[in-house]
C-alpha cells in the first residue's frame, strides 16, 4: 500500500482566498482524522470522520473551515477565505478500529500551507 | 478527560549518549499507549506500542515499559545517534473510551556528532 496520500505537499496562497486539502486515506480504514501543527499549539485534532460520517468536528477553528469525506478514498479540508494565521502544516492519518487496544494512526507527509 | 504530558523540549544530547523522555499519562479507562516519531518534513510514524500494564514496547533501540502504577510511559535510548534527531510523541488510545488517540506536546530531540 502506497500509504496515507496527501496532495499538494506545498500550498502558498494570498490572504482571502480559498485553500483546498486533499487526502487519500490506507484502503480499508475505516477512520480518517485532519490534523494542524503549528509550533505554538502543537499537533491539533481538527475533525474525524469514522465511515465516511464526521463524528467529531469541536477543534475546527471557526466557520471558514470546512471538511468532508464524499467516499473512503478521499477527503477534503477547505479553507474559505484563508487568513495568515491558518499557516501550519495540515496531516490526514487513517486508522483501522479493527483489533480492539491496537489504534496505530497512519500519517501522511503533510500540506505545509502559507498564507501571505 | 484523558491527557498526556511531556517533558518539555528540546532535549539536547551528544552521539551515544543514554535518551530518556518522560511521559505520563491520565485515562478514565484501559489505555493503550504509544510513540510515534516525526522526522524533519515528515508526518509522523509509530516508533512503538503497549496495549496492557508491565507491556515493554521495543523498536530500533528504543524501550518504552507500560507503568500502570506511576501511569508512566518513559522512552529510553541506550545510544543515540545523530539520525535519531527528531520529534518525539507520546500517546494514548483509551479502550474504555472513543478509541481516538490523545497526543502529548512532543518532544524535540537534537543529537551532535
Known amino acids: 500500500d502506497a500509504g496515507v496520500i496527501q496532495s499538494p505537499r506545498h500550498e502558498v496562497t494570498e490572504m482571502g482566498q480559498e485553500v483546498t486539502l486533499r487526502c487519500k486515506p490506507i484502503?480499508?480504514?475505516?477512520?480518517l482524522f485532519w490534523y494542524r501543527q503549528t509550533m505554538m499549539r502543537g499537533l491539533e485534532l481538527l475533525i474525524y470522520f469514522n465511515n465516511n460520517v464526521p463524528i467529531d468536528d469541536s477543534g475546527m477553528p471557526e466557520d471558514r473551515f470546512s471538511a468532508k469525506m464524499p467516499n473512503a478514498s478521499f477527503s477534503t479540508l477547505k479553507i474559505q477565505p484563508s487568513e495568515p494565521r491558518d499557516s501550519a502544516v495540515y496531516f490526514c492519518a487513517s486508522s483501522s478500529q479493527a483489533g480492539v487496544g491496537y489504534n496505530e494512526q497512519f500519517f501522511g507527509p503533510g500540506t505545509r500551507l502559507t498564507v501571505l | 478527560g484523558d491527557s498526556v504530558t511531556q517533558m518539555e523540549g528540546p532535549v539536547t544530547l551528544s552521539e551515544e549518549a543514554f535518551l530518556t523522555i518522560n511521559c505520563t499519562y491520565t485515562?478514565?479507562?484501559?489505555?493503550?499507549l504509544f510513540w510515534y516519531v516525526q522526522y524533519p518534513g515528515e508526518g509522523l510514524q509509530l516508533l512503538l506500542k503497549a496495549t496492557k500494564a508491565d507491556d515493554k514496547g521495543s523498536n530500533k533501540g528504543f524501550e518504552a515499559t507500560y507503568r500502570k502504577e506511576t501511569t508512566s510511559f518513559h522512552l529510553e535510548k541506550g545510544s543515540v545517534q545523530v539520525s535519531d534527531s527528531a520529534v518525539y510523541f507520546c500517546a494514548l488510545s483509551d479502550q474504555g473510551g472513543s478509541y481516538i488517540p490523545t497526543f502529548g506536546r512532543g518532544t524535540s530531540l537534537i543529537v551532535h556528532p
Open positions: 484502503s480499508g480504514h475505516d477512520y
Open positions: 485515562a478514565t479507562g484501559y489505555p493503550s
